[in-house]
């Protein structure tokens, strides 16, 4: 009987190990996407991943919490695969039809939540907040 069990659990854990390979493999595919869309950032998704984890590890943050913080870094901007290029790289204040279509990606924060929990809303109201006044004006 222990020996099943123990056979058990490592099936158990290979899969486990599989499907995290999976989750991973699926999270970077999609910042890639958006990174593909708007290279002037690229690099920043990874950036923001980066200095999330250190920063909740200087906390003393759970390896479990830190991992879906990092996960958030990585997908804060995932929502830039559906806005038109054209209004990605706009400088000065947005028209107020380009607004609205730039907030059309944060219906899909509760997906991206079901990946990383709160940490992916948090991580998404940057953007509800930080842009209402429009993109910076780059030179």
């Known amino acids: 009987m222990r020996s099943q069990n123990a056979l058990l659990e490592q099936m158990v854990e290979k ?37 999330a984890s250190a920063i909740a590890a200087k906390m003393g943050l759970s390896a479990k919490i830190i991992e879906g913080i990092r996960i958030a870094g990585i997908l804060h901007d995932v929502g830039k695969i559906r806005i038109p290029v054209s209004i ?11 607004l609205e279509a730039f907030n059309t990606f944060m219906p899909h924060l509760p997906v991206l939540a079901c990946l990383a ?17 429009g993109l910076p004006n780059y030179k």
Request: hydrophobic residues 45%; without cysteine; glycine residues 6%.
């Open 15 to 51: 899969k486990t190990i599989e499907l995290q390979e999976m989750l991973h493999a699926s999270i970077y595919s999609m910042a890639l996407m958006a990174e593909i869309r708007d290279p002037y950032t690229a690099g920043h998704q990874q950036r923001v991943a980066q200095l």
């Open 117 to 133: 929990s709160r940490a992916v809303r948090a991580a998404g109201m940057h953007h509800l907040e930080g842009y209402r006044l």
């Open 88 to 98: 990605l790289n706009r400088m000065g204040q947005l028209l107020k039809a380009e």
